[in-house]
């Protein structure tokens, strides 16, 4: 059996915790993937002012609850997770995290192109929008694209997120160019673009062809 390997899976979050000094804060959440799975055994790291002060993983809900003193400080959350790198590989997290701190959950996406695992997160997306209408579901699909635009995904997984979400009645309401574009992406020309084929990069959408770019 292959060892495993620890992959990092979000970017540092920075806080300034409010509250007097010596008053206990609870933070508390869940780590999962965005297809809703949760992530068990994910590492949670809290640090103020660059000393550790909290360490712990997530269960097998992939829920994870610390409490930390309160202080005027800078405060970091570092979360990794133990993974087999032959079956799964996670882009960093790009979220920011805002006080309050309780249920707060860590979502990451997979660096893949598989129309099935795209299908799955694209159907969790949709049990969230289950109870949204009219401005309230068009902000929240804009936000979800934005997401994933903004992301450290490659262009050929935006591209897989774009096709599942284009199946959805509400990827009608998403104004993003950035997503009409992906989702007319052809994935041959798409998938030579990103192997260096320079008229199948100028054969594409120009917001894809800069992702492209700086990707390679």
């Known amino acids: 059996m292959r060892p495993r390997a620890i992959v990092f899976l979000a970017i540092l979050l920075t806080i300034i915790v409010p509250g007097g000094r010596g008053q206990m804060i609870r933070i508390t959440g869940t780590v999962k993937d965005a297809d809703g799975t949760p992530v068990n055994g994910a590492r949670i790291v809290v640090t103020v002012d660059g000393h550790k002060v909290s360490d712990l993983t997530s269960n097998t809900l992939g829920k994870y609850s610390a409490e930390v003193k309160a202080q005027q400080a800078t405060m970091m959350i570092l979360c990794t997770a133990i993974v087999d790198p032959d079956k799964v590989h996670y882009e960093t997290n790009p979220l920011k995290k805002e006080p309050p701190f309780k249920d707060y959950d860590f979502i990451f996406r997979q660096v893949t192109a598989s129309d099935l695992y795209w299908r799955s997160v694209t159907n969790n997306v949709d049990v969230k929008f289950a109870n949204q209408h009219g401005v309230a579901l068009g902000d929240s699909a804009n936000l979800e694209w934005t997401s994933i635009r903004q992301s450290n995904l490659p262009p050929d997984s935006k591209a897989a997120a774009a096709h599942q979400f284009n199946t959805k009645l509400w990827s009608k309401r998403i104004t993003d160019t950035t997503f009409s574009d992906y989702v007319a992406v052809d994935d041959n020309k798409l998938r030579l673009a990103m192997h260096g ?12 062809k800069n992702d492209v770019i700086v990707h390679n």
Do not use: F, G, H, I
């Open 197 to 208: 084929d320079k008229q199948a990069l100028d054969s594409l959408p120009a917001s894809v």
